[in-house]
Every structure is written in C-alpha cells, then in structure tokens.
C-alpha cells in the first residue's frame, strides 16, 4: 500500500476510510492537516508491504524528493531542487529526537545521509520547505525523520520475516528480520530489531578481468539491529532509551561506464574499469535517552544523544593517476585512494510545550550540539594486479582534516487561535556556532608538506510565519514564509593557494514562500493537498577544487518555483488510488565560477521539472476467510540537468542532461493465520534510471578509459518472495 499523501488508512480499523495522520514533525503530537506546511508520511505497514527498506525504495512515495546516489549508503537528498552538488547536506535527518549527520561542511554531510533500514520503523516523516525555525542548520531543503516504533506495556509480540529475490544480471537477494516486544511489568518494557540484507551485484569490471573481482563487483550487506527501553512510572513520566546500530557494506559503486554526451552504457552492458578491488563500508551509530514529563500547564522534553558516523573506503584512481605516477617516479602501478570519514556528535535539546487548550499552543527550547570530524586520505601505487605496495617510491599524498564545530541554540514557537477557524503559527530561533580545522598535508601529489588551522564564527537567526484558515476540522488552506540556513565555515588551504582563496566562507540561506490546500471529504473517502512555492536562495556554498585539494565557497543565488501535490482515492470497498507529483523549475539566477561550470539560467542538477507517481493497492478476502492484497506502482522522473561539468559546458556550451525514466513496481500477498506470504517485483521495467554523473576529469586527468564519465544505476528488475511470521 504506497502512501505519500497526508493522510493514511489503518486498514484494520477502517479499511473503507483514510483517516487523518498523527506527527510529531513540528516537535509536538498534531493531525497533519493542523501542520500548516507541506508534508508527506510514509507507514510503517506502507514501507514493509512496498519492500522500502531504503531512500532508493521510497522517494517514489514522497512529492519532490529526489536521491543522487552511486553507493548505498552514500547518497545525496534534494528536496524542492535544492542542490548544487556542494559537501553540506541541504535536508536534515532525524532519528526520532536524534539530529543525525554532519552540520558543518567539512565532514562530507551531503553525500552521508543517514539511510536508516526500515523495518519496524512507524513512520517516515518528511517536511518540506525550511526547518531552520525549529531544527535549524542545513534543514533548508527540508527534513526527513524517522519515528521508530516505542516498546509496549500491555503484550508480547514476535515476528520474524525472511526473504530472497532474483536480480536480472546479478544473483540472488536475501532479507531477513526479526523484531520482539516484551513487557517486563507494567511500567517497563523492551523492544528490540534486527535485520540483515545482501544484495548481489550487477556490473562486471573489464579492468580485472579474468580475475576473481571481474563479475558482479557492486553487490552490498547491510545489517543492523534497534533496541530500545520504555520506563513510564506515572502518567505523567516516562523514559526511553534507544541504541541504534547499523552496517553498509558495499564493494564497487553501482556506476557504469558511459559515453560522456548520450550517457548510453559502454560495451552494451553494466561495466566499468576497475582495476584495484573497491569498497565503501559506512556505519551508523546512536544512542539516545529521551524523557517526557508532565508538569500540568506544560510538558517538559530532555533529549540527549550520542552518535556516531564512520566511512570506511577503497576507491581505484588508477586511469587518473597511474600514468602520472609512472612518469615521475619509473614503475608500472596501479593505484587507489583511501579514505576514512569519521563523526562524533553529541547533542542535547531540552524544550517545554503547553499541554492546556487555550488561545495559545506554545513551544520553547534550547539546544546544543558539539561535533568533531575527521577526514583522513591517503594514495598508495601497488604493483599491477595486486595490492602489495610498491617500494622505492617518494610519499605520493596523505592527509588528515581535523574540524570541531559547536552550536548553541534556542527556539520557540507559537499557534495563536484567533477563533475556531483561524490560526496563526509563529516560529523563530537564533543560534550561534564556532568552527576550527587543521589539515596536515604531505606528498609529492599533495604539493609537499603544510599545516594549515582555521577557525570561524557566526550567529543565525531563522524564523517563519503561518496564517491557517480552517473551514471545519478536515480541510484548511495557509500560507508560509519561513527562512533556513546551512552554517559557513573554515577553508583550510592548499599549498600555494591563488591570490583570493577564501579563508572562510559564510552560510547560505533561503527564503521560502508557500500556499497549500489540505482537504479530507466527510466520507473519508478521497484526501487531497496541493502546495505551490516558491524559494529564494541566496549566496550558495559551492565546491571548488583549488590545487586538487576542495575548498567551500560562495556563490550566485538560484530561484525554485513549483507545485506538488497527493491525493488518495477510495472509489468503492479496499479499493485505494494514489496519486502525488510535483512541478519545479529551479535555475541559477547568475553565473558560478568556472571551476564549478553554472551559468545563469541552468537548472539546478538532479532536480527533475516534472515528476509523478501513480500507486494502486486493492485487498479482498479468499474463500471469506484469508485476507489477501495486491498493489501496482507507477513512477515517472522527466529529464533532469546532470551535476555540473565545466569540461562539458566548455566543450558543448550546455549542461550534460539526463534522460526521463519510469519505474514500475508491484506486490502482492495472502495472510493465512499467523503467516504472510508476499510476491514482489522492483522495476519490472529494467529500466536504466541513472541517479549520479561523474566529470570526465579530475585535476586536468580522466578518470575513465577512453574520456568516459561514470553515471549511478539503480537496481535492475528484481523478482522476490517474504515469508512473516507473527506471535
């Protein structure tokens, strides 16, 4: 049952209705119609019978969410087009009251998102348009949260799920899950998850071949598992802690090898040169004590949290860089990057809300946040068809950036209710954060040896601002204008940097018009919401490469202007039709340097102008005893403007383009008692819908045989079968 409209049905407790959603997205319990801004929310039931277990699952269910992605568990999201391909993420993730991710634009947050399993997970929430008033840094995009399901008291429940799937091109999948809910007494109870997922790979490698890397080379594991603690002494106290962990495996990117003007496919066929076997392993970590307490007039709210994040990689520059090695220095080689990402970040929130009916619905709030990043790179010249190093030869390049960065915040936020229609949400926050950074460079491809330190500063103050008319308690129109930020920071700089690299460089902002229509019909039976925008970014942080090494700077502004809308649909009994889509038509308004490649006018890249997703799901009953279901999903992404290349835009004075694709899915299932058995099939089309694009070169060299760039694929059709048991 795919769901990315507003509203949800519970299908146990009204199968002929869509009821309204409960979310916590605004920090507070509300209906989602009483949100005035545009939301989407994914059901826990909705991700396990669409077999979502990730970002690459579900954004066919989420109205303007898009994924640049080349490795599972290095992606980018974009919400509303807000993408320049810079290193500081632009949409927010939370675990619960967990902020996960990188704040700061030295510890690659962009291209880390947190893409956490969804197995027994309630909900997936997404909120789009600016989140500074509450969540503050690089929420300007928007926010996704996921809301993991709390132990409970009152019953035990064990349920167990195992799974395979058949990929086209590749091997076989296997998925299992386990999760168990126990009461300990009447005030405690434990739950915990786990779950273990291996994908095959689908690319072959004509740089090993013959060897054992030379088939499959992109194939992932991704286990992990959730517990969590409920203590709730009185009514009016409880305590919950969670512990998270979880591993992505992955060998060779899922990118191919690709003509660099009509990105068909090399050879024919899903390969890429690698000569040096890869890997990227990323793994997630968080720790959370949350404690709710009920003073009367308000609710007190104390979130502390440890995480952690940590990239692990082995990335082959071999066409890039061996040639160059063995000019310098006389041996044949290969060679290969290596990398460790590394995030510790420890965060408390401590917030009041009112809890009495009133005029007013109040909010307030501190926050603080400290985080220390860590890149170390290193590049090694092997001997050719092994992983020995060589000897004899000078330090090629390591380096090490070592960055803090602190933020002190406090918010609030308030819903006047002017009558019974009319409402009026106010929101503001000001927060102040400190950044410093040394890298320690070294290595004849590192220019030799330097030890840079910076340090920066700022205060940010975001705020947004919504009037709601609510016609009765089922439909509602409002306005919003609402500003977010992402924090600037330190450039530790190259050697011999040009005259003008900039020791620092500042946040950027947007500013955010909206209008949205929210409607549930009074026989439950159709739910609509459409929201039309328009964003405002100002003095963009981009990356450039300055003496091979990457410094943020800032930019020209770019305008998103769009729509988008959900809708479900229930024409007769368990029948659902679901529909959502959006219009965005991001660009530059000015000219980047050329070092990125933008010029005014160009859309901003991986921001497709249309995009539209059509989902049927339909249950009935066998023989009037065994519930069954069925269910179809339809996704189409119009052409969208490649990452910026100013190669490309050199050579062809345009952007490289990436063409429309479709993507359908289907599931089905039968309940016989206890079990649950499920047929599925991902992208029965095989289409190739290309998520990422590479330059041709990297430091004047290419990085592919033959002028290639590579460009991500997702997974072809894969045909599967789950078997659920439940006690």
Known sequence: MAVSTAFAAENDAAPDAVQQVVVTAQKRTQTTIDVPQSISVISGDTLEKEQANSFADYVKLIPSLQLVQSTPGAGRLVLRGLD????????????DETAFGSSSGLVNGAVLAGDFDTFDMA?????RGPQGALYGASSLGGLVKFVTNTPDTERFQLRARVGAAAVDGGGTAYRSNLVVNTPISDTLAFRVSGSYDKQPGFIDSIGTAGSDHANDINGSRNYGGRASLMYTPSKDLSVRLTAVAQNIKAAAPSTVEADP????MLYGRPTQSQFIPQYRNVNYRVYNATVNWNLGPANLTSSTSYSTQKQDFREDDTVNLSALVQGAFGPANELYLGQQTNLKKVTQELRLNSTQPGMFDWLAGVYYTDEKGEILQGYTAVAPGTLTPLTGLPLLAQLSLNSKYREYAAFANTTVHFTDHVDLDIGGRYSHNQQDARQIADGALAGGASDDRAESSEHVATWSVAPKYKFDDRTAVYVRAAKGFRPGGPNVLPPN????????YGSDSVLSYEVGFKSLSQDGKLSFDVTAFHVDWKNIQLLAVVNGFGVNTNGVGAKANGVEFSATLRPVRNLRLTANGAYNNAKLDGS??????????DRLPFSPKYSMG?????????????????????????????SFDNDFRTANGRQREVPSYNVVDAHAGVELGSWTLEVYGKNLGNSRAITSTSAVKANGFNMYPNGAISTGLITPRTIGLTLTKEY
């Open 261 to 264: 003007s009509t990105l068909a």
């Open 123 to 127: 909900r997936v929430e997404v909120l």
């Open 497 to 504: 940097p040009p005259a003008g690299t900039p020791t620092t």
């Open 614 to 642: 059509l989902l049927a799901d339909y249950r009935w009953t066998v023989n009037d005893t065994t519930p069954a279901y069925a269910g179809m999903s339809w996704r189409h992404v119009a052409e969208q403007s490649a």
């Open 84 to 95: 320049t391909g810079g290193v500081s993420s632009t949409v927010a993730v939370y675990m």
């Open 592 to 601: 980047t340097s050329p070092l990125v490649g933008g010029i005014s006018g």
